[in-house]
C-alpha cells in the first residue's frame, strides 16, 4: 500500500510555469513505477508522464518539450515540471503509483496504475 498527497497546483497565467510534487507514504519508493495524469471538466482522464523504477520516462506527445517528469527516492517524491502553460492545461492533475508487474507493457494507460492521489487543481488563465 503506498498513499499519495499532491501539492503545487494553483492559478497562473499563460506562458507561465508550475511544478507539482506528489509525496508518496511507505519505505518502499523506489520500487513503484509514477505517473502524472489531468482530468479536464467533462473530458476523460489522459495521460501526462510517468517515469519507472530504473528511470525510464514517458510522456504524452503533445506535452514533450514543456513538461518534464523526475523523481527523488531519498525524498519519496516524484516531481511534474510545467513550462509554457497554455490554457487547455487547465486540468485536476493526479499522482499515481505501481508496482511493475511483467504483464503491463505501458505505463501509458491508467489502468496500470494501482494507487492514485486526490488530485491537485491547476489552473492557466488566459
Known amino acids: 500500500q503506498v498513499q499519495l498527497v499532491e501539492s503545487g497546483g494553483g492559478l497562473v497565467q499563460d506562458g507561465g510555469s508550475l511544478r507539482l510534487s506528489c509525496a508518496a507514504s511507505?519505505?518502499?519508493?523506489?520500487?513503484?513505477?509514477m505517473g502524472w495524469f489531468r482530468q479536464a471538466p467533462g473530458k476523460e482522464r489522459e495521460f501526462v508522464a510517468a517515469i519507472s523504477k530504473s528511470g525510464g520516462i514517458y510522456y504524452a506527445d503533445d506535452l514533450k518539450g514543456r513538461f518534464t517528469i523526475s523523481r527523488d527516492n531519498a525524498k519519496n517524491t516524484v516531481y511534474l515540471q510545467m513550462n509554457s502553460l497554455k490554457p487547455e492545461d487547465t486540468a485536476v492533475y493526479f499522482c499515481?503509483?505501481?508496482?511493475?508487474?511483467?504483464?503491463?507493457?505501458?505505463?501509458?494507460?491508467?489502468?496500470?496504475?494501482?494507487?492514485w492521489g486526490q488530485g491537485t487543481q491547476v489552473t492557466v488563465s488566459s
Open positions: 511507505g519505505r518502499t519508493f523506489s520500487s513503484y513505477a
Open positions: 499515481a503509483a505501481t508496482i511493475p508487474r511483467p504483464w503491463v507493457t505501458s505505463l501509458r494507460t491508467a489502468a496500470a496504475f494501482d494507487y
